[in-house]
């Protein structure tokens, strides 16, 4: 048996997987097994990660990395004994799939984590050059592919998904906006709420439908301003009693006369104004 303690070994990781998982992997080291095939192996202990998922005296903590068949690793030994072996580190390379998206310069990339199955991705590109796709000075979460992005830049926070974005909050929402907020929603946009809505604007309060238009309220709806607009191909205003208060802008001497003959607009629809204006 050669000596296993001062050495290294190179292996490669197989696909046999570990039945009771314990993170061991069965990895075929050439030089230990010269005439065995290449689909045989001995089992090893992953330390690849130096700080492994461990129980401590306030709890379990720590990380782990699962590696994959076909990856080249470098194993150790504890003793002169080969069940003793360990991954101490995985031998990687440049190579270009590395990358998430297109060749840069591979020393200002932080890949932090990358998955082999839905290819999830963390990164950090500290680069002063923007490329195609990566922004200069970026934080990076790629979910599937590029299924949801999150990429934080110097221009702020850009979240892109294909899929439905959820929050749930038990206590407070507090957004500040100092220049401009826009909502844009091709499908229904829905606000409900248990208690109070308040909007509230220090300019301009402009509300625009393509279709129609309905304010509902099972108390009190209260419209107030020095100019209320109401427009519409048809207006209907329905309540138990309505009160619509106001002074008319000047429309000139006619217009003055007419009022004149007019009830107040608290009567507008009194049964004797209408018969005598209508000739009935």
Same mark, same amino acid.
């Given at each position: 048996?050669?000596?296993?303690?001062?050495? +290294?070994?190179?292996?490669?990781? &197989?696909?046999?997987?570990?039945?009771?998982?314990?993170?061991?992997?069965?990895?075929?080291?050439?030089? &230990?097994? !010269?005439?065995?095939?290449?689909?045989?192996?001995?089992?090893?202990?992953?330390?690849? $990660?130096?700080?492994?998922?461990? !129980?401590? /005296?306030?709890?379990? $903590?720590?990380?782990?990395?699962? #590696?994959?068949?076909?990856?080249?690793?470098?194993?150790?030994?504890?003793?002169?004994?080969?069940?003793?072996?360990?991954?101490?580190?995985?031998?990687?390379?440049?190579? !270009?799939?590395?990358? !998430?998206? +297109? *060749?840069?310069?591979?020393?200002?990339?932080?890949? #932090?984590?990358?998955?082999?199955?839905?290819?999830?991705?963390?990164?950090?590109?500290?680069?002063?050059?923007?490329?195609?796709?990566?922004p200069k000075n970026s934080i990076h979460v790629y979910f599937?592919? =590029?299924? =949801? =992005?999150?990429?934080?830049?110097?221009?702020?926070?850009?979240?892109?998904?294909?899929?439905?974005?959820?929050?749930?909050?038990?206590? @407070?929402?507090?957004?500040?906006?100092?220049?401009?907020?826009?909502?844009?929603?091709?499908?229904?946009?829905?606000?409900?709420? /248990?208690?109070?809505?308040?909007?509230?604007?220090?300019?301009? *309060?402009?509300?625009? *439908?393509? %279709?129609?238009?309905?304010?509902?309220?099972?108390?009190?709806?209260?419209?107030?301003?020095?100019?209320?607009?109401?427009?519409?191909?048809?207006v209907n205003i329905q309540g138990a009693p309505v009160s619509? @208060?106001?002074?008319?802008?000047?429309?000139?001497?006619?217009?003055?006369? *007419?009022?004149?003959?007019?009830? %107040? &607009?608290?009567?507008?629809?009194?049964?004797?104004?209408?018969?005598?204006?209508?000739?009935?």
């Amino acid at each position: 048996m050669p000596d296993l303690i001062n050495k +290294e070994f190179i292996g490669t990781v &197989l696909p046999d997987k570990d039945n009771n998982h314990q993170g061991r992997y069965k990895i075929n080291i050439s030089e &230990l097994q !010269p005439h065995t095939k290449e689909s045989d192996g001995i089992w090893v202990k992953n330390h690849s $990660c130096r700080n492994r998922i461990s !129980p401590s /005296a306030v709890g379990v $903590c720590g990380a782990y990395f699962p #590696l994959q068949a076909g990856m080249a690793v470098i194993v150790k030994f504890f003793s002169n004994h080969i069940d003793s072996g360990y991954v101490d580190r995985i031998i990687s390379d440049a190579y !270009p799939e590395t990358l !998430p998206f +297109e *060749a840069i310069e591979r020393d200002d990339f932080y890949l #932090l984590l990358r998955t082999p199955i839905h290819d999830n991705i963390i990164a950090v590109y500290d680069g002063d050059t923007a490329s195609k796709n990566i922004p200069k000075n970026s934080i990076h979460v790629y979910f599937n592919k =590029t299924r =949801t =992005t999150v990429v934080i830049d110097e221009n702020g926070i850009n979240i892109k998904t294909d899929d439905n974005i959820n929050v749930t909050v038990a206590k @407070n929402v507090k957004i500040t906006v100092t220049g401009t907020a826009d909502i844009k929603v091709t499908g229904n946009a829905n606000i409900s709420s /248990a208690a109070d809505v308040n909007v509230k604007a220090g300019a301009n *309060a402009n509300v625009e *439908a393509g %279709s129609n238009a309905n304010v509902k309220a099972g108390g009190n709806a209260n419209i107030s301003g020095s100019v209320v607009n109401i427009k519409g191909g048809s207006v209907n205003i329905q309540g138990a009693p309505v009160s619509i @208060n106001g002074s008319a802008p000047d429309a000139g001497a006619a217009a003055d006369a *007419a009022a004149a003959d007019a009830p %107040s &607009l608290m009567t507008i629809s009194d049964y004797a104004y209408f018969k005598k204006n209508n000739g009935r």
